[in-house]
Each structure stands twice: as structure tokens, then as C-alpha cells.
């Protein structure tokens, strides 16, 4: 099992382009999870999704973050236009059954810098 | 609502030295416990879990037992080594939430 897949580990990019982060789950898993871990905030949890579908978005920070699930076996976040204090470590992680009481696996993470 | 506490870090020992790290709960309804570990550069990942009330979770030396009485899920090990370094987050899920609820967690640093 490749256990969850991340791309980019590392991105560096400037204020005002826009950044794709991608995710990719353990086979068979119906819960994805993206979270955002910073020094000063800890780790935050950005939005939910079960079975493809956005359950709760209420951690997005604001606008200009999105997440789409297109299918079972891929996620995106994307920051458009992104700003230095989105600078952080996100993860996505994934869980076999919602509401369950099975543990979440995490990728390895993509550290994002923001100039 | 869930919540998780846990004690400030970082968490300085020397090799060999004995470890507990508190953990504390509240939650609606009957959780699920579990401890993460974070290596540096790492995602998090499981370190153990206990699912019911008095059970003892333990993987590589570590363990923690499920305190309903006093809503507790302090991780302990005997004997730790260097490489035992990471940050630790205790967490809770409870049935009804497909959310777990996550400690700030604990940095612990083992000096040879």
C-alpha cells in the first residue's frame, strides 16, 4: 500500500500566483481530509469531504482557497491568489469510514512558501 | 463539544528516562482515544488507540490506557530513546462526528 500521496512536497512561489496542492488516498477510502499545520496556529482543518462530496468547509480561511474531489481517488486545494501568510505545511489524509471510529492516515505533507 | 488538552511542550528528557505526556477530554457522547506521532518532516501517524473504557493501547514501548472516570489518555514509556523525538498529538472521535478532534500537541526532545 503507497499509503496517501502528496504533490508538490515542496512549493515556493510569489504573492499573487496561484498554487494547486494534489492528493491522492488510500485505495477503498471514503473520508479525505485536508488540513494546514503552522507553528503559530497548530494544525487546522480546512474541509472534509465524504464520498467525493464537500461536508464541511467551515475551516476554508476564506475565498480565495478551494478544494475540489472530482472522484475517489484524487483531491485538489488550490490558493488563488496566494499571500505570505498562507505559508505553512498541508496535509491530506484519508479515513476507511465516516463517522466510524478507524484513524486517519497522512500523507507526507506539502510545505508551501509564499515570498 | 469535543475537545482535546494536552500539556505544554517541548518535553526535555535524556535517554533511558521515563515519559508521560497528559492528555485530557471532554466529549458528547463515547469516544474513541488515540495518539499520534509527528517526525520531524513527516505527516502525522498512529501511534496507538483504544476504543472502550479501560482498554490499554500500546505499540513500540508506548502505552496509554482509556480513563473514563477521569476523562484521561495519558501516554507513558517505560525508556526513551533519541530517536523517540517527534511531536505527539492525542486525539478523539466520537461516532457521531466523522471529524476527530485533535490536541495542540506535545514536542518532546531526547538528549543522548
Known amino acids: 500500500d503507497a499509503g496517501v500521496i502528496q504533490s508538490p512536497r515542496h512549493e515556493v512561489t510569489e504573492m499573487g500566483q496561484e498554487v494547486t496542492l494534489r492528493c491522492k488516498p488510500i485505495?477503498?477510502?471514503?473520508?479525505l481530509f485536508w488540513y494546514r499545520q503552522t507553528m503559530m496556529r497548530g494544525l487546522e482543518l480546512l474541509i472534509y469531504f465524504n464520498n467525493n462530496v464537500p461536508i464541511d468547509d467551515s475551516g476554508m480561511p476564506e475565498d480565495r482557497f478551494s478544494a475540489k474531489m472530482p472522484n475517489a481517488s484524487f483531491s485538489t486545494l488550490k490558493i488563488q491568489p496566494s499571500e505570505p501568510r498562507d505559508s505553512a505545511v498541508y496535509f491530506c489524509?484519508?479515513?476507511?469510514?465516516?463517522?466510524?471510529?478507524?484513524?486517519?492516515?497522512f500523507g507526507p505533507g506539502t510545505r508551501l512558501t509564499v515570498l | 463539544g469535543n475537545s482535546v488538552t494536552q500539556m505544554e511542550g517541548p518535553v526535555t528528557l535524556s535517554e533511558e528516562a521515563f515519559l508521560t505526556i497528559n492528555c485530557t477530554y471532554t466529549a458528547t457522547g463515547y469516544p474513541s482515544l488515540f495518539w499520534y506521532v509527528q517526525y520531524p518532516g513527516e505527516g502525522l501517524q498512529l501511534l496507538l488507540k483504544a476504543t472502550k473504557a479501560d482498554d490499554k493501547g500500546s505499540n513500540k514501548g508506548f502505552e496509554a490506557t482509556y480513563r473514563k472516570e477521569t476523562t484521561s489518555f495519558h501516554l507513558e514509556k517505560g525508556s526513551v530513546q533519541v530517536s523517540d523525538s517527534a511531536v505527539y498529538f492525542c486525539a478523539l472521535k466520537t461516532g457521531g462526528s466523522y471529524i476527530p478532534t485533535f490536541g495542540r500537541g506535545t514536542s518532546l526532545i531526547v538528549h543522548p
Open positions: 485505495s477503498g477510502h471514503n473520508s
Open positions: 489524509a484519508s479515513s476507511g469510514t465516516s463517522g466510524g471510529y478507524n484513524e486517519q492516515f
